[in-house]
């Protein structure tokens, strides 16, 4: 093993573990309640960098499938009968599975399309799913919004179940980026994002790969949908397939650096939690949008590539100059 994938290792459980130990460290609900938030938006941004920042192609329909993964599970309850307690989180992989599998030909066809067109393409699916949800009452109740049974955990640590279910699925998305950007499925997405006509032209199954990477980040995007309605109780359209969840997520890729392994939890780490607070400070003049929107600018004109490829950036320049000044020492004493 070589000694970068040590030190992956090492930063991976050392982080899987402070994620586990938050809960328990710190008891206040509310601040529990912002982790399960910060993990939501990271579990969401990474599923998002694992399509559009490994391939290049800009999705803006992400929402569409979270807000999937929440009616699914909402419907489910409805009809079939899930239970409370812990038995929704065991169903999540198969209610993920399950819209993955429908949204591929709906990906075959929209792939066919690139750049700007397919990013419009994407966000019409949105507007499509949320219209459904209104209009399929008989299904999602329209805008009266579905309900969910109130989970049956204790009040004092209500939120804790829910912060490991989305602190599991950005594990899972971290996990599955990890394995990706080391095999050869990798390989093939980053070719395709450099020059899709030169991979495709050197025998690379350019659709397959991109369908595989499509339905890895609707499979996870529905689980999240699906924990976060959960967690709500209560589901309308407005909510569950929002727009404003996938800006968020997208600008939290771009902060933490886009096709970068941690940049997107990077990203929820810095926003998310800066975003509650000046709720909190100035929710009631509604400046906390102008303070959250400065907050994201100052960073993005600090490091413009993103935090983690800016800082590596800036380490990989001192690194340089530091040996270009070496060079002229050794060669003066070797003269010598």
Known sequence: MSRATTAGLVRGGAFAAAGIAFPFVFHAAWIVNIGVLTLMYAALATAWNLFSGYTGYITLGQAAFFGLGAYTLGITFEHVGVGSGYNPFYALPLVGAGIALVSVPVAWIALRTRHMTFAIVTLTLLFIVQQLAFNLRSLTKGSTGLMLPTPRFPIDSYDTPFYLAMLALLLAGLALCWLILRSKLGLMLLAIREDEEKARGLGIR???????????????????????????????????????????????????????????????????????????????????????????????????RGILPSLRGAIDSRRERRRTHREPVVREEAHA
């Not at 980040?217 to 959960?230: F, I, K, N, T």
């Not at 997208?250 to 000046?278: D, E, H, K, N, S």
């Open 206 to 304: 350019v659709t397959g790969a991109k369908l595989i990477a499509w339905s890895l980040m609707v499979w996870l995007s529905a689980m999240v949908g699906g924990v976060w309605a959960y967690y709500l109780t209560f589901i309308y359209p407005e909510s569950s397939v929002d727009p404003l969840v996938m800006i968020g997520a997208v600008l939290m890729t771009f902060l933490g650096g886009r096709g970068t392994l941690w940049g997107p939890t990077i990203g929820a780490l810095v926003l998310v939690p800066t975003q509650q607070y000046m709720i909190t400070k100035l929710g009631a003049s509604q400046l906390y949008l102008v303070g959250y929107s400065a907050v994201f600018m100052v960073v993005l004109l600090l490091l413009p």
